[in-house]
């Protein structure tokens, strides 16, 4: 059995900050109508010209090195600002993946001619990334992917089928996951590369998944016999495996895995802040207790991060808990709003908990469902 390393991290002065400018920002675009504040605002809030301002702010890219248009800052200044960005409900979902995961997955597995072509267009908040992992029968069992990429006398020909590829109608680029030779026996795991495919090329079709409320975040990414030149490969063939759960890590252990609807809970004090009573006092005191917690468990995974570990574990365990203290939040403050008459709510309250309500179950699957995380973390406890 191995223990989870969650370490303790002090802010620093720096990242105070940092968190004040960005506070200052947030409140002037506010105030001018650069944003309304929305739950779930790094999935269903996609605003280019937001991107383009955060960009400007140079809060992008943040810790990659300066020759692609980074800071080579911390991760944990970079943890400051997506905090406060997600805090604020502001709409960062045009540049979130790219931020995120694809733009150190290129930093990290990519060519020196990508890196210079894609990165600083990532910093800039003009390049937008969509993630081409999921199919229709491979969610969860990734490793059953069917998506095939041959080999060509001039590179690659790629066809298949990608789905719940968030953002893929606003964005620039997909890394797509394909197999690229026959698994080995029942080693499915060999065999897989991942290609960084420019989704305005000739053959990519991509189809909008409409939700219950009339949304198209979600799409469906076809791919029929695209021609892709040997530069999109992204990291060397038949380790795709290896890379997609480096790339997981980072997907899973951010602080969008529990700060989602922490505008809501903000709204919803001050809604009943003059006529809490002892049960409504405990409901909020166990949700700060568990924020709390989540966010010492995420400042650990990047401090982690900064001294050059993969806390895979570490970040299943983040998503899961993250998971769960969202489904209470809705649930708690559904009890603490039912106390109070449909015309005392203040303006956008409601909208913001129908909205949150909505999108709830979607976050037990994006970046590995409920029963997948749990067999991550019971491996690492030595139960599985």
Not at 86 to 98: K, R
Not at 128 to 156: C, N, Y
Not at 302 to 328: I, M
Not at 347 to 367: D, F, K, V, Y
Request: glycine share 10%.
């Amino acid at each position: 059995m191995q223990r989870f390393h969650f370490p303790a991290v002090e802010a620093s002065q720096a990242e105070l900050e940092i968190r004040a400018r960005v506070r200052e920002f947030l409140q002037r675009e506010r105030e001018t109508g650069g944003f309304v504040p929305r739950a779930d605002c790094w999935v269903s809030a996609p605003d280019a010209q937001f991107s383009r301002k955060v960009g400007e702010m140079g809060w992008l890219g943040m810790t990659w090195p300066t020759q692609y248009g980074g800071q080579q800052q911390s991760p944990l200044m970079r943890l400051a600002v997506t905090e406060e960005l997600l805090a604020a409900g502001a709409p960062v979902a045009a540049h979130w993946v790219a931020d995120r995961q694809s733009g150190p997955h290129i930093l990290k597995y990519g060519t020196e001619q990508q890196k210079y072509n894609i990165l600083p267009k990532i910093v800039a908040g003009e390049c937008f990334f969509a993630i081409g992992m999921s199919e229709p029968q491979a969610g969860s069992d990734l490793a059953a992917v069917t998506t095939k990429a041959e080999k060509t006398a001039t590179g690659w020909r790629l066809n298949g089928r990608k789905i719940w590829s968030t953002g893929a109608h606003i964005s620039s680029y997909m890394i797509v996951l394909a197999r690229t030779s026959p698994a080995e026996g029942r080693n499915r795991h060999v065999g897989l590369s991942q290609f960084l495919v420019d989704l305005s090329l000739p053959g990519i079709s991509i189809s909008g998944i409409e939700d219950m409320a009339g949304g198209r975040h979600f799409n469906e990414t076809l791919f029929e016999d695209v021609e892709l030149t040997d530069d999109s490969l992204l990291g060397e063939e038949g380790r795709g495996w290896a890379q997609v759960m480096g790339e997981l890590a980072m997907e899973r252990s951010g602080p969008e895995r529990f700060l989602t609807t922490f505008v809501l809970i903000e709204q919803t004090i001050a809604a009943i802040r003059h006529q809490v009573d002892f049960q409504s006092a405990a409901l909020l005191g166990r949700l700060y207790v568990h924020l709390v917690s989540l966010r010492r468990m995420s400042r650990g995974i990047a401090r982690l991060l900064e001294q050059g570990e993969s806390p895979e574990t570490e970040a299943a365990l983040v998503k899961q808990l993250g998971n769960q203290f969202e489904k209470d939040v809705l649930s708690h403050l559904r009890k603490l709003m039912a106390a109070l008459p449909p015309d005392e709510w203040p303006n956008g309250l409601r909208a913001l908990l129908e909205a949150a309500i909505l999108r709830q179950p979607s976050a037990t699957l994006r970046g590995g469902t409920t029963e997948i995380m749990r067999g991550i973390i019971a491996r690492q406890l030595g139960v599985r």
